[in-house]
């Protein structure tokens, strides 16, 4: 895909819209809500990124999140509840590899919304919007082994159990082991 067309995309990051979900580019007015579940150590404890201390923090994130995508960099979604419109958290996709057609799928969820099906359902607007939207190949992501609700997340939106990257990465302080799982374009059902 053309690099021009996958920095437009970003720039003009498309909400998406599920049944009781909508995917959009983060605001600062989203700082309360960002806040509250990222300063959350139950929720941070199995991401790449430490709970954050202080609403600055969360206000850095968010800035962040703005800027790269002005900038036409992938940039995450604010996963807003349609309902109330409170942000109840993110998701996106990284370590896009436009030449190679594939990208990491990531999400985080405040805890209070855990074990209803809000993660797939996000997850499976941002695959597919990489599928539809960016023609990729491949969408992988992965997880801690002691994180079986983001491993369920990955089997209920049609990943496939890869294997175990042994001490793939160093965050935290240490390196860790992750459970790789993906979806490839012929296996999606969209």
Not at 13 to 34: C, G, Y
Not at 122 to 128: E, L, P
Not at 141 to 146: D, G, I, R, T, Y
Request: proline share 4%; charged share 25%; net charge negative.
């Amino acid at each position: 895909m053309d690099p021009l067309i996958t920095a437009n995309f970003f720039k003009d990051l498309p909400a998406l819209e599920t049944a009781r979900l909508r995917l959009r580019r983060f605001s600062l007015a989203d700082l309360d809500n960002v806040f509250e579940y990222s300063s959350d150590e139950q929720v941070a404890q199995f991401t790449s990124w430490a709970a954050h201390v202080t609403p600055e923090v969360s206000r850095a994130f968010i800035q962040r999140a703005i800027d790269r995508a002005a900038e036409g960099q992938p940039s995450p979604w604010a996963i807003e509840l349609k309902a109330t419109t409170k942000v109840i958290g993110m998701a996106g996709l990284s370590q896009l590899e436009m030449a190679f057609f594939r990208a990491d799928l990531f999400y985080a969820l405040h805890r209070q919304f855990w074990g209803q099906g809000f993660a797939a359902e996000a997850a499976r607007a941002v695959i597919d919007c990489g599928f539809k939207h960016l023609e990729l190949n491949r969408i992988q992501a992965e997880c801690l082994p002691e994180n079986p609700a983001s491993e369920r997340v990955m089997q209920k939106v049609g990943m496939s159990f890869e294997g175990i990257l042994r001490e793939y990465t160093f965050f935290k302080g240490h390196f860790d082991t992750l459970k790789i799982y993906a979806i490839l374009r012929k296996e999606w059902a969209g």
